[in-house]
């Protein structure tokens, strides 16, 4: 830091008084600071791609007046019901809901590794088009589909919607189940390659039949 020296006239007999030093104050300017701040915020909000939400279609049964010799007839074999319960615990058996026979009944857990994992059992239950989407990851690994997300995605929902024998789900919640429950059986439809399953109530003979399975 530099010093000013002055020195003072004399007097009294023309002594001199002693040099006194004299500080000069420092002074930052910040505006280029504040400019730079906000060139920086403008450059890395504009150069950020902001993430996208992600959405799943879900299928509703609707609640109408409708016959059933007008409603669309699926295979039993290919109907499975999904009941989940307190305790983390899913309920699921074949075919239709008939309150004259009860089904049979298995249980199965969230577990990816266990030997009821229903993740295991989806999978398998629905290895038709499972099958049939690996065979599209293997044409993309061969180049004979454009590596590209959107075509992927366009050549699987393909395979998944046209294969009419493929698995159809139907998710029963019950009152004691957990939301996340829910959505990791969801998530189970879109990893499993589910390409039909809904959302529906639990009937009273389905109520009766959970109480029993517990």
């Given at each position: 830091m530099?010093e000013?020296?002055?020195?003072?006239?004399?007097?009294?007999?023309?002594?001199h008084?002693?040099?006194?030093?004299?500080?000069?104050?420092?002074?930052?300017?910040?505006?280029?600071?504040?400019?730079?701040?906000?060139?920086?915020?403008?450059f890395?909000?504009?150069?950020?791609?902001?993430?996208?939400?992600?959405?799943?279609?879900?299928?509703?049964p609707?609640?109408d007046n409708v016959?059933?010799?007008?409603r669309?007839?699926?295979p039993?074999?290919?109907?499975?019901?999904?009941?989940?319960?307190?305790?983390?615990?899913?309920?699921?058996?074949?075919?239709q809901?008939?309150?004259?026979q009860?089904?049979?009944?298995?249980?199965a857990?969230?577990?990816?590794?266990?030997?009821?994992?229903?993740?295991?059992?989806?999978?398998?239950?629905?290895?038709?088009?499972?099958?049939q989407?690996?065979?599209v990851?293997?044409?993309?690994?061969?180049?004979l589909?454009?590596?590209?997300?959107?075509?992927i995605?366009?050549?699987?929902?393909?395979?998944?919607?046209?294969?009419?024998?493929?698995?159809?789900?139907?998710?029963?919640?019950?009152?004691t189940?957990?939301?996340?429950?829910?959505?990791?059986?969801l998530?189970?439809?879109?990893?499993?390659n589910v390409?039909?399953?809904?959302?529906?109530?639990?009937?009273?003979?389905?109520?009766?039949l959970?109480?029993?399975?517990?």
């Amino acid at each position: 830091m530099s010093e000013v020296q002055q020195q003072e006239g004399s007097d009294r007999g023309g002594k001199h008084k002693k040099v006194r030093a004299k500080k000069s104050s420092t002074h930052v300017d910040m505006t280029p600071m504040v400019d730079l701040a906000f060139l920086l915020l403008t450059f890395f909000i504009m150069t950020t791609t902001f993430s996208k939400p992600k959405t799943m279609d879900i299928t509703m049964p609707v609640k109408d007046n409708v016959e059933d010799k007008d409603r669309t007839k699926v295979p039993a074999s290919q109907t499975m019901s999904v009941i989940l319960t307190a305790d983390n615990k899913v309920i699921w058996y074949f075919g239709q809901e008939d309150p004259a026979q009860p089904p049979v009944t298995s249980m199965a857990t969230f577990s990816q590794t266990g030997e009821n994992s229903i993740h295991k059992i989806i999978l398998e239950k629905n290895a038709l088009v499972n099958n049939q989407v690996k065979a599209v990851e293997d044409s993309v690994k061969r180049g004979l589909i454009e590596d590209k997300e959107d075509v992927i995605k366009a050549h699987k929902s393909a395979v998944k919607n046209a294969e009419k024998k493929g698995l159809i789900v139907l998710i029963k919640p019950d009152e004691t189940s957990k939301y996340n429950n829910l959505v990791d059986i969801l998530d189970e439809m879109f990893v499993c390659n589910v390409a039909r399953y809904a959302i529906v109530d639990l009937s009273e003979s389905e109520k009766e039949l959970v109480k029993n399975t517990k």
